[in-house]
Each structure stands twice: as C-alpha cells, then as structure tokens.
C-alpha cells in the first residue's frame, strides 16, 4: 500500500537483495542495471521498505544502519543531535579508546561522551529484523503524496485499476446461454455499478486534495509555520462542485505525506493554523507570561493581524497561559 502502484514491480526484486541483517546487498544503482529498472522505481521500493521497517533497514553499510537508527534516538529526544555525528563519524575513535580526541571533535565533555557510549550499547543493533513476529497496526491512508520536484508534490488516490479490479471476461460458452447470461446480468450490472462508484469518489478525492495539496506545498514541506488560509468553500468554487460534496469528500480521510507519516486529510484547511503555530513559537520564545495585548502586537509584528479578543481565544485553545493567569493549585 505504501508504494505509488507504477513502481511495484521493483519492491519484490528489492526486497530479495536485503540480507540476513536487512542490507542491501548491492548498490540502488546496480539493482537496477541488473534487473533492468529504472532507478527511480527501485528508489521509489526502496523508500516504501524504509517507512514501513525498522530503522536502518534497505541502508548498504553497517555504519549507514546505525546512524539510522541514531537518527530516530536524536528525533525523539532520547539523544542528543551530536550523537548521530558520534555515530556516522566517530566510532572509529570509541573503538580505539581515544575518547580525547572523540570529545574535542564533536566538542562535548568526557561525561556526555560516556553516557553516548552507554545509548550506543544499549540501544543501537548492527542488525534489524525483517521479520516481525507482530505486525504494527497502521492507519491506511486514503491520499498518497510524492515527491515530485523542490517543494511540490503528486497526488494519488486508489482507484479500481489501483486495486487490480476489473469485471472479468466471460467464456463463450457462458455468453452463448441464455439461462446464465440471464442469471449474471444483475451481477454483472452490480459489478460495474461498485467500480463506477469506487471510480467516481477517487476522481473527486484526487481533484480535491489536488487542489489542496498545491495551495499547501510549503505547509507540507516545511510545516505550520507555512500553511496557507484555505477553506472548503474556496476549493468548491474553483473545481465547480458543491461545497457539501468537498466536505463530504474531505470528511475522515487520511493522508500519506511523503516521510510516511499519516496526516489527516483536513489538516490541509483551516484560516488559522500558521497564526496558532506562531503564537506558540511566540509564547514559547519568551521570558515570562505576556498579557493578550502583547501578544497581539507581536503577532502582527510577523504578518498576522488579529484582535486581542482572538489572541485570548487562540491562547486558550492551545494551553498558553497569559500575564495575570495562574495554574489551579494541585
């Protein structure tokens, strides 16, 4: 389900050169000279494998497998961002026991670089399993986004063909009785209806999140900071559909961005996302509490004009406590 459906036929031939330890067992480029591939399928199964397993697995090297997995260690917050240099650059120098020069390199103390030492032996494996014995439970996404050039992106949604499904051809013989022709043809007309259906809803999802995803590039490449007032409304307007139809359409579904990660769809609308996120880098940034009218003048110093009214109802909304509020006591 992760892979775009133009590049499956690479996943299973990629999936064969992984190793016991889940490497590849050759370069993306010489999988695909070797099967006759284009490169950017085998990029694209390669990709896919990576969301879906553990860290580190599809890397090529035993040093490539670690820092991926000291990459998710430093994302979570359980190390520090040096760690990931200690890891991709400097476990010659553990190994060697020179720990002066592995702390003058990455300019941390004796203390930091042993309890790095400590998350490297607990934490990091040379290996990854490819062979789960529960498989992780995931959300299945109803919009797939990929990377398709610097900060823009193409939209799939599954369709019947997405799925393999097609009214199968009957036999002669079938189609020479009248009798069966006469029992299948409700069937038959059944069949093609749910494909229709299931063809209708993709086309209007794909031209829907279309349209969103484009006016949304820079929120999705970079994150709330970037996202643009878009409403429902505004996008049935430019398509000629009806905004129920938009709603309906948006309503409960997920989206696959590009990392992987699972989004829903109507995350994409909205007038105030980019003011919310700002007020909460703003909130966060300062010193102290600050009253809603500072807040306000703040926000305007960045582009977003709002009243002292909507400052206090953002504030609220995100948890942000204003000059002048304390915390219930406990």
């Not at 000279?33 to 879906?52: C, F, N, S, T």
């Not at 909460?280 to 110093?301: C, F, I, K, P, V």
């Amino acid at each position: 389900m992760e892979i775009r459906s133009a590049c499956r036929v690479a996943l299973p031939l990629v999936l064969a050169h992984l190793t016991d330890r889940g490497l590849l067992d050759a370069e993306p480029e010489e999988i695909a000279a070797l099967h006759g591939l284009d490169i950017d399928a085998v990029a694209e199964a390669l990709r896919a494998i990576r969301v879906v397993g553990p860290p580190g697995i599809g890397e090529t090297t035993i040093i490539g497998l670690l820092t991926a997995q000291a990459e998710v260690l430093r994302d979570t917050g359980a190390a520090p961002a040096w760690f990931v240099t200690l890891v991709q650059d400097h476990l010659g120098l553990l190994a060697e026991e020179n720990h002066a020069a592995a702390t003058a390199a990455l300019g941390v103390t004796e203390a930091d670089l042993t309890h790095a030492t400590e998350l490297i032996r607990s934490r990091l494996r040379p290996f990854v399993s490819i062979r789960p014995s529960r498989p992780a439970l995931r959300q299945q996404p109803d919009v797939f986004l990929y990377p398709d050039g610097p900060n823009t992106f193409r939209v799939e949604v599954p369709n019947s063909a997405w799925f393999g499904l097609r009214v199968t051809a009957l036999a002669p013989e079938i189609v020479a009785d009248a009798e069966a022709r006469s029992w299948l043809a409700p069937h038959d007309v059944a069949a093609r209806r749910l494909l229709h259906q299931i063809d209708a809803r993709a086309d209007v999802l794909t031209r829907v999140a279309g349209v969103a995803v484009d006016r949304q590039r820079a929120f999705i490449a970079h994150g709330p900071m970037d996202h643009v007032p878009l409403t429902r409304t505004a996008i049935a307007k430019e398509l000629g559909l009806h905004p129920s139809t938009v709603s309906r359409a948006v309503r409960g579904k997920r989206l696959r961005l590009p990392d992987g990660h699972v989004a829903g769809l109507a995350d994409l609308f909205g007038k105030s996302v980019a003011a919310h996120a700002q007020l909460a880098a703003l909130a966060s940034d300062s010193d102290g509490l600050r009253t809603d009218r500072e807040l306000r003048e703040l926000l305007a110093g960045t582009g977003f004009e709002v009243t002292r009214r909507t400052v206090a109802k953002y504030r609220s909304q995100l948890g942000i406590a204003a000059q002048g509020h304390r915390s219930p006591r406990t």
